[in-house]
Nanobody
Framework: QVQLVESGGGLVQAGGSLRLSCAAS????????MGWFRQAPGKEREFVAA????????YYADSVKGRFTISRDNAKVTVYLQINSLKPEDTAVYYC????????????????WGRGTQVTVSS
């Protein structure tokens, strides 16, 4: 069983930055992709960013390109999401997820999810 635990969320003013972390344990190494999704109240969960297990490939939603950066540590057990130039519309619960295969943009390919960390951006 894969365990994913997010941290780093909080209340930040617009234009500020946050660094989210996702600690993975269990069988995380068997997954091809680690991704970040977010969900605002009343909206569907949407793709934010993903990184291959090797760190070679990354994908970003158009809405976050240039502001968000996904990365992983050398041990490949922790994935990060550096968020810069935060906007009020970035407010959401951010989820870390792991997928063994498939398109990293498709939320349905992710088998494991963390419980999320709240990011709130004030104007």
């Amino acid at each position: 069983q894969v365990q994913l635990v997010e941290s780093g969320g909080g209340l930040v003013q617009a234009g500020g930055s946050l660094r989210l972390s996702c600690a993975a344990s269990g069988r995380a190494f068997s997954n091809a992709w680690m991704g970040w999704f977010r969900q605002a109240p009343g909206k569907e969960r949407e793709f934010v960013a993903a990184i291959s297990w090797t760190g070679t490939n990354t994908y970003y939603a158009d809405s976050v390109k240039g502001r968000f950066t996904i990365s992983r540590d050398n041990a490949k057990v922790t994935v990060y999401l550096q968020i810069n130039s935060l906007k009020p519309e970035d407010t959401a619960v951010y989820y870390c997820a792991a997928a063994p295969r498939g398109s990293p943009i498709n939320r349905n390919v992710y088998d494991y999810w963390g419980r999320g960390t709240q990011v709130t951006v004030s104007s």
